[in-house]
């Protein structure tokens, strides 16, 4: 039901962690980030190519979604309750929902988590304990998708952050005139996703995207997943057209 929701452009939430019931959202203006629309400032860049965090993908799923739930100062109740977070796990293990790790160390100190469907991801949520965390989150996801072959990312509601790294807003009817084609054929055949492969980074058994890899780069034998991909890398796949 959850994916079904999502395929025709609603998404739940709830008042407070403690509220056990659940709404339905269809905002009348939707936040997106067009992938080769991405702002990446000198500043990220430098912080991305220098590796300041280690950047993994699905590896903590649920401690992403924690994160992203939890009470700061600026913050004082979220929108996820348990059965929305029980939900995502569910989905986490069907292969629907992702997360972006950054790590110092052993220390989680930011990511962010969505859901896939077809080409589509709909972005939930993010955290940041470090100053750029959830920037370099972002930024390793666009990537991500745009290896993958996806062709829409829903920010859901438009924020000061996401506005400056790139996100627009437009308005229901032209989202779903976006979203129609991006989940076409994703939403009967639940759970198989379509085309877009969130794992396009890791292990990298050649992506079937043209152009994925620019020239002069190595060949995707070059990376596993215990090899992570480097943030130079990352930058040049973000810039490449761009």
């Not at 939403?187 to 994925?212: E, T």
Request: aromatic share 8%; glycine share 10%.
């Amino acid at each position: 039901m959850l994916l079904r929701a999502y395929g025709i452009g609603i998404f739940p939430m709830s008042h407070s962690a403690d509220d056990p019931d659940i709404f339905w959202v269809e905002p009348r203006r939707r936040a997106i980030l067009p992938l080769d629309a991405l702002h990446v400032s000198r500043s990220l860049r430098k912080t991305i190519r220098a590796d300041r965090f280690r950047v993994t993908a699905d590896r903590a799923f649920a401690q992403v979604v924690q994160g992203c739930a939890a009470i700061t100062g600026d913050r004082q109740d979220t929108w996820i309750n348990e059965p929305i977070f029980e939900a995502c796990r569910r989905l986490h293990a069907m292969g629907h929902a992702h997360s972006i790790e950054c790590w110092e160390g052993d220390e989680l100190v930011g990511g962010l988590y969505g859901i896939s469907l077809g080409r589509a991801f709909f972005g939930e949520s993010m955290f940041s304990r470090r100053t750029d965390a959830s920037k370099v989150a972002l930024a390793w996801l666009v990537a991500r998708l745009k290896a993958g072959g996806f062709a829409l990312l829903d920010c859901q509601f438009m924020t000061d952050h996401l506005a400056s790294m790139g996100a627009r807003e437009i308005s229901g009817r032209a989202y779903s005139a976006l979203l129609a084609p991006a989940v076409a054929e994703s939403v009967p055949g639940l759970p198989d996703v379509g085309a877009g492969d969130f794992s396009a980074l890791d292990g990298l058994a050649a992506p079937s995207v043209p152009g994925f890899l620019p020239d002069g780069l190595p060949s995707p034998d070059a990376f596993t997943v215990s090899g992570p991909v480097s943030g130079q890398l990352i930058v040049q796949l973000l810039t490449q057209t761009s």
